[in-house]
């Protein structure tokens, strides 16, 4: 196990350099950054020499990657161009919001989809599990930025129950700033959290009633049920224990998706996370926020999937890496 995780690790490396040189080259011809830190008003061509230099962009590219990639080893990451502050700071602000909301999502998707897929998978002719079925494709159909603002219209302006935007009041332990502990904080995080985990839900429900479907038909379940086993005992420990190995791949890489992707969810319900970040730099070509942005995600992504693939190896015995 551990020579595997070596192994992984090393890839992830590889990976992260990949990723961080196709990065910095792509955003180098989307837009001079120069013009959105001196202002259009101001964009003579004096003032603009000047803040290239000092901003290194006057070297040549490969220069400009290999001075980044020197300071990034050594944990420095340079200043974002707009808010003239270091990168990671920048992101690290933002990790708290999106990741409160993430696990949020991810929890209701987890137990609603898969308490629903087991119920259907279970009796996967019976009327109930019909409806769930035909549930789950409203949740797969239905865009996120239209479930988001039809949960808006119907809880925040015309019930009032939610708010309509915002992360609400924090709390602030260390450098983390956390909504769970207040009050205002846990209404703000309901409707983006819900819109969120609606496609969640309706896909893991889908994959665990088929996943359950298969596993019930396999003859160590039918022995199970036929040595009288308890009805409760042969569903969670023989079945759905087998089951769960592709339910698992699926949401580790929904979670980190969910993590650097929220985009739609976040800007419909102004949340200050990752997503609305990302489109914040993205209309300003804020590149060293963008690009370490990028990295983050890569390498989140990938110590999920190694998490996910070390899990397999607790779900099935029969599976080793060594």
């Known amino acids: 196990m551990i020579s595997y995780i070596t192994r992984r690790f090393a890839e992830i490396a590889v990976v992260l350099l990949i990723v961080s040189?196709?990065?910095?080259?792509?955003?180098?011809?989307?837009?001079?950054?120069?013009?959105?830190?001196?202002?259009?008003?101001?964009?003579?061509?004096?003032v603009i020499a000047e803040a290239r230099q000092r901003l290194?962009?006057?070297?040549?590219?490969?220069?400009?990657?290999?001075?980044?990639l020197g300071k990034a080893l050594r944990g420095d990451f340079g200043f974002s161009y707009t808010k003239i502050?270091?990168?990671?700071?920048?992101?690290?602000?933002?990790?708290?919001?999106?990741?409160?909301?993430?696990?949020?999502?991810?929890?209701?998707?987890i137990l609603l989809g898969g308490a629903s897929g087991v119920v259907a998978g279970v009796r996967p002719h019976s009327a109930l599990s019909r409806m769930v079925s035909v549930a789950s494709l409203f949740g797969i159909s239905i865009p996120t930025f239209l479930s988001g603002l039809l949960l808006i219209m119907l809880f925040a302006v015309t019930l009032g129950w939610f708010p309509a935007?915002?992360?609400?009041?924090?709390?602030?332990?260390?450098?983390?700033?956390?909504?769970?502990?207040?009050?205002?904080?846990?209404?703000?995080?309901?409707?983006?959290?819900i819109t969120l985990s609606l496609y969640q839900v309706a896909m893991i429900l889908r994959?665990?009633?088929?996943?359950?479907?298969?596993?019930?038909?396999?003859?160590?379940?039918r022995s199970a049920w036929a040595k009288g086993l308890p009805r409760v005992k042969v569903i969670c420990k023989h079945a759905?224990?087998?089951?769960?190995?592709?339910?698992?791949?699926?949401?580790?890489?929904?979670?980190?998706?969910?993590?650097?992707?929220?985009?739609?969810?976040?800007?419909?319900?102004?949340?200050?996370?990752?997503?609305?970040?990302?489109?914040?730099?993205?209309?300003?070509?804020?590149?060293?926020?963008?690009?370490?942005?990028?990295?983050?995600?890569?390498?989140?992504?990938?110590?999920?999937?190694?998490?996910?693939?070390?899990?397999?190896?607790?779900?099935?015995?029969?599976?080793c890496y060594d």
């Open 85 to 109: 502050r270091p990168v990671l700071n920048v992101i690290a602000d933002r990790i708290p919001a999106t990741l409160e909301l993430v696990v949020v999502a991810t929890a209701l998707a």
């Open 240 to 319: 759905l224990r087998n089951a769960l190995i592709p339910v698992v791949t699926v949401v580790g890489l929904q979670f980190g998706e969910m993590l650097g992707f929220s985009i739609v969810t976040e800007t419909i319900f102004q949340w200050p996370g990752l997503g609305k970040l990302l489109i914040d730099t993205l209309y300003n070509n804020d590149s060293p926020v963008i690009v370490v942005y990028i990295m983050f995600m890569a390498l989140v992504i990938s110590l999920i999937n190694l998490a996910v693939d070390i899990g397999y190896g607790f779900l099935d015995p029969r599976i």
């Open 165 to 193: 935007s915002g992360r609400g009041e924090t709390v602030r332990i260390g450098f983390w700033s956390t909504g769970f502990l207040t009050g205002d904080g846990l209404l703000h995080l309901v409707l983006p959290a």
């Open 56 to 68: 290194g962009l006057d070297k040549p590219i490969y220069i400009q990657y290999l001075r980044f």
């Open 207 to 221: 994959l665990v009633r088929a996943e359950m479907v298969e596993v019930l038909s396999h003859d160590y379940v």
């Open 21 to 46: 040189f196709v990065c910095f080259g792509i955003f180098q011809y989307l837009g001079d950054p120069v013009l959105a830190v001196v202002g259009y008003r101001y964009a003579n061509p004096k």
